[in-house]
């Protein structure tokens, strides 16, 4: 027999997490399981993992700051991804997302044997994946998250000067310092192609972070444009194919 | 009660006393003498000068005929329509009779006849009469309540059943406040299902409206703070109701839900100048805000209070770095006028 199932309540009212505690009390003679943490918004969920991991997430969808999607997309880079559950009151966007990657949802009010029948199957089902919950979400994240010594570490989007493609990985670079991240430099251009911009073929950064362009001469006479940037002494490369950056940032 | 139906009821006269209606008047007949001048004259500096000499004999009997029906409305619109009509023209040929009699010597009154005069007068108030009367028609009850039922605010499903699940969450612990949220939630029902047709009191609007705050504030706790400025306001205005309700919505939805502190909507109603001022303000983050949804809201309210109002009411929004905010504007209506 396994050890009960630790479950951690995300929701942004306090009103929805009691209701799910009772419920949850209510089944704990047919499942044994114990709430070890809630969470009123999506970070301090994911801070809570850290001390007291669990492993399944009851998620609210809507939340303020960082909604449970994100949340979800963040306990990816677990060494082991919890089962998550997400919850809503209403959202035609969402619902319709649910069913179409055949991810579990229940919604708010929740019966306590929907309530019952989704965690008998939680254990079961594999958590969903990157792509899935790419596809769920509604807009770009505000964080990216990195792994280190088995916490997760949020950086907010907003902070990032540059994404540099390195052999495996990609660079984060921000004003303090860099963190590793294992994604590809395309799939986030996709997602943040409103704040970023793409320099090289290995490096996006952010639109707002740009205060110039210097001309540099190479050794061979041909020059080539480099990008100033805010926040750091770093001067960035731009390649032939992206001159045209210069000029629409000149405008 | 006043309602849509008096504003348009096809086969009645215009109310005098709506500034739309004085204001579509006015401009007609400057139309009219526009076009009059420019029949007569051959270059534009001419049209100018008949225009003026027009004017100088119209302008009188314009602004006096407005003011004669504006003290009429309330008799006229007892009267049938063909009856009314016939006594309208009367009236306005009796005017225009007097005005050139008795102030002829001002205007030169060796430039048209007496006869031509009346003329024209009868031909201008019979095509006004039949214009507004066409018009009323086309905004006909049938239509316009049909608009109007359509725009009627729909609260979001959303906020449905996140009070439904917060009453669930208080059952058990709290069967008290359970009990008072049930009734909060069906007074508000019973007034988004009923026939909205008729105006209310702002002060029912103002209770409708706690009503919906105390359940909002029942699952977003101490996020959700009002701030009520109502010692000035007219308790007995009258307003469509499902106004100020949505707006709050709005206002909780856009406003507080995104935010993880605490927020304050600020309600400021009074009166000033014989006009109902309401203005609402909520904090707006551009980050992190909902999507879409907004706009239709307003532009909703914006329309139906045109519809009971005509251009006597407004609404402008604005919105601020970090805020947002509506601001209405309706005349002062007291109940059974």
């Known amino acids: ?251 | 009660m006043p309602s849509i139906n008096q504003i348009a009821y096809p086969g009645a006269l215009p109310n005098f006393r709506n500034l739309g209606i004085l204001l579509r008047i006015l401009l007609l007949v400057n139309g009219v003498c526009l076009v009059a001048a420019a029949v007569k004259s051959t270059s534009i500096q001419q049209t100018f000068q008949e225009f003026t000499d027009i004017a100088a004999l119209a302008e009188p009997i314009l602004i006096l005929s407005l003011l004669m029906l504006m003290l009429a409305n309330p008799w006229l619109g007892k009267l049938p329509f063909y009856r009314g009509a016939f006594i309208v023209v009367l009236l306005e040929l009796a005017l225009t009779f007097l005005v050139y009699r008795l102030g002829g010597g001002l205007f030169g009154s060796g430039m048209v006849s007496l006869e031509r005069l009346l003329l024209f007068s009868l031909l201008i108030t019979a095509a006004l009469i039949i214009y507004l009367n066409m018009r009323s028609r086309l905004l006909s009850p049938a239509l316009s309540e049909a608009r109007l039922q359509a725009l009627q605010a729909r609260i979001r499903p959303h906020f449905l059943f996140n009070s439904i699940n917060a009453v669930l969450s208080l059952i058990r612990s709290d069967t008290k406040r359970a009990e008072m949220a049930l009734e909060d939630l069906s007074d508000l029902f019973r007034v988004l299902m009923a026939d909205n047709r008729q105006l209310s009191s702002l002060q029912q609007e103002v209770d409708l409206c706690r009503r919906y705050l105390n359940l909002e504030q029942l699952r977003l706790g101490e996020r959700l703070q009002v701030a009520w400025h109502i010692d000035n306001m007219p308790r007995d205005a009258q307003i469509p109701p499902l106004v100020l309700q949505p707006l709050l919505e709005n206002a909780v939805y856009h406003g507080i839900e995104p935010r993880t502190e605490p927020g304050i909507i600020d309600i400021n109603i009074f009166l000033r100048n014989d006009q109902v001022h309401i203005v609402l303000r909520n904090p707006y983050q551009r980050e992190g805000a909902h999507h879409a949804g907004n706009k239709m809201a307003v532009e909703n309210i914006r329309e139906r209070l045109s519809l009971h109002f005509d251009v006597e009411a407004s609404l402008t929004a604005t919105l601020r770095s970090d805020s947002y905010q509506v601001q209405i504007t309706i005349p002062y209506l007291r109940p059974g006028k």
């Open chain 1, 1 to 251: 027999m396994t050890s009960p199932l630790r479950i951690m309540i995300v929701d942004d009212e306090a009103p929805a997490r009691n209701r799910l505690k009772e419920l949850l009390a209510d089944c704990a003679d047919s499942f044994p399981h114990q709430v070890v943490a809630e969470a009123a918004n999506g970070r301090e969920a994911l801070e809570l993992m850290s001390n007291n991991p669990a492993d399944l997430l009851l998620l609210d969808i809507r939340m303020p700051e960082m909604d449970g999607i994100e949340v979800a997309r963040h306990l990816l880079s677990l060494p082991q991804m919890p089962a998550v559950i997400f919850t809503t009151a209403y959202d035609l966007y969402a619902i319709q997302a649910f069913e179409v990657n055949a991810v579990d949802y229940l919604l708010k009010p929740v019966r306590g044997e929907r309530l019952l029948g989704a965690l008998q199957k939680a254990r079961q089902n594999r958590p969903p994946g990157p792509a899935q919950l790419q596809k769920l979400s509604q807009r770009p994240r505000t964080y990216l998250s990195v792994q280190e010594r088995g916490k997760i570490v949020l950086i907010p989007v907003c902070d990032i000067i540059y994404l540099k493609a390195e052999l495996k990985y990609v660079t984060i670079r921000t004003h303090e310092r860099e963190y590793l991240l294992e994604e590809s430099l395309t799939n986030l251009e996709q997602e943040f192609k409103a704040n970023f911009i793409r320099i090289h073929r290995n490096c996006l950064v952010a639109k707002d972070r740009i205060t110039g362009f210097e001309k540099v001469a190479e050794d061979d006479g041909e020059a080539h444009w480099e990008v100033v940037l805010k926040g750091t002494e770093e001067k960035l490369p731009i390649s032939r194919r992206q001159q045209y950056v210069v000029k629409e940032f000149a405008k």
